[in-house]
């Protein structure tokens, strides 16, 4: 399943719009209409867009975390991140972002474009080494909340729900 959030469309490289999906779509109904199109697969071009996502100052505090026991705040309103035990974590400031953006959108595909973007970042440069970075950062107990997916982006993890997260620790 291919689930950006936001709009799914197959054009030809010419800008004519062969099909569009909103949010999510099977790979194989992607396959099967990118084969069915005739076109040449060079000249077919998958975009996707996807909402823009402006973080506020009052935001709740967002996590990423696979337990009670193994988890980050990641705190919008003070940009800081810590851990389940309250042990900062230093990050830089397109560290944070891109943590904030994994945690906006848990178990989801993040690409790098979604990655910039969501960093407001104004350069064309990779986010590999700040997310290099912010994973180092991480290690080695919390390193794993952020898993590359080959060919596609990364994922940032969520398994368990932070209510359950007993109050006095919040």
């Not at 919008?76 to 900062?88: F, I, M, N, Q």
Request: aromatic share 4%; proline share 7%.
């Amino acid at each position: 399943m291919i689930q950006p959030e936001g709009r799914i469309e197959l054009t030809h490289s010419d800008g004519q719009i062969i099909e569009s999906w909103m949010d999510s779509v099977p790979a194989e109904q992607l396959l099967r209409t990118m084969h069915l199109s005739g076109m040449p697969l060079r000249e077919l071009v998958i975009r996707s867009t996807v909402e823009d996502i402006t973080p506020t100052d009052d935001e709740s505090p967002l996590f990423l975390g696979t337990s009670v026991d193994n988890y980050l705040v990641i705190d919008p309103g003070s940009r800081s991140v810590v851990t389940e035990l309250d042990r900062p974590i230093d990050v830089t400031i397109m560290g944070f972002d891109i943590l904030a953006s994994f945690a906006r959108h848990p178990n989801k595909v993040r690409n790098h474009a979604d990655l910039l973007r969501d960093s407001g970042s104004q350069s064309t440069v990779s986010v590999k080494v700040p997310l290099k970075r912010v994973r180092d950062n991480l290690a080695p107990h919390h390193d794993h909340l952020i898993q590359s997916v080959r060919g596609i982006g990364y994922l940032g993890i969520l398994s368990f729900d932070p209510e359950d997260i007993p109050k006095t620790k919040k």
